[in-house]
């Protein structure tokens, strides 16, 4: 079992909807989680963190977090086509070698 | 440009050559990370660096590859005798301390290695 599992898509919902972004993660033990945006041919820029259950928003995005079921999701309102880019969930587990394990990552595509 | 410097950005080898890929944290992090990352794939863990300390080596492949973050000056990936499958982007994040920030990292644009 991979310790952050996301569905590769890829994902295409129309623009002005809600994508919705899921992530699991394996180990209990993990406290810390984010969301990183990664578009085509370039780095990785973190979108949302978040740290206890329950919701956070940011502007159009939603990051939602359930320790219960090991499971953290991103919304994002009024999907725009500058949405469009793969979307990695990673996790952190604070440890005496924290290390910070991503997801493969989900292709989300906004079609006009 | 204070962000997360890596150079070089692009790196061309020919199979058995040596890459050296650098990397300089954001001013005030003292936290490394490299990352490897194949075309339409995630980023996976290499190696974890403070100044002077390796703390988490566990993504990094036995043989070939090294790390390091000295007192002063970037830190630096090494591959030896580099193979075909070493083709690959290789990202450097940086982050602030464990506490906290930790987990928020900033990302340079990545050294991408292609080995002929």
């Known amino acids: 079992q991979k310790e952050v599992e996301q569905n590769s898509g890829p994902l295409s919902v129309p623009e002005g909807a809600i994508a919705s972004l899921n992530c699991t993660y394996s180990?209990?033990?993990?406290?810390?989680f984010f969301w990183y945006r990664q578009y085509s041919g370039k780095s990785p820029e973190l979108i949302m963190s978040i740290y206890s259950n329950g919701d956070k928003e940011d502007g159009r995005f939603t990051a939602q977090l359930n320790k219960a079921s090991q499971y953290v999701s991103l919304l994002i309102r009024d999907s725009q086509p500058s949405d469009s880019a793969t979307y990695l969930c990673?996790?952190?587990?604070?440890?005496?070698?924290?290390?910070?394990?991503f997801g493969s990552g989900t292709r989300l595509s906004i079609r006009p | 440009n204070a962000g997360v410097m890596q150079n070089p950005r692009h790196l061309v080898r020919r199979r058995g050559q040596e890459a050296r890929l650098r990397c300089s944290p954001m001013k005030g992090h003292s936290h490394v990370y490299w990352y490897r990352q194949l075309p339409e794939e995630g980023l996976k863990f290499m190696v974890y660096l403070q100044k002077e300390n390796i703390i988490d080596e566990s993504g990094m492949p036995k043989e070939r590859f090294s790390a390091e973050f000295p007192k002063e000056g970037p830190s630096i990936l090494r591959i030896q005798q580099v193979v075909r499958g070493d083709s690959a982007a290789y990202f450097c994040?940086?982050?602030?301390?464990?506490?906290?920030?930790?987990?928020?990292?900033?990302f340079g644009e990545g050294s991408r290695l292609t080995v002929l």
């Open positions: 990673a996790v952190l587990k604070y440890s005496s070698a924290s290390k910070i394990i």
């Open positions: 180990d209990r033990v993990s406290q810390s």
């Open positions: 994040a940086s982050s602030m301390d464990r506490s906290g920030s930790a987990g928020e990292l900033f």
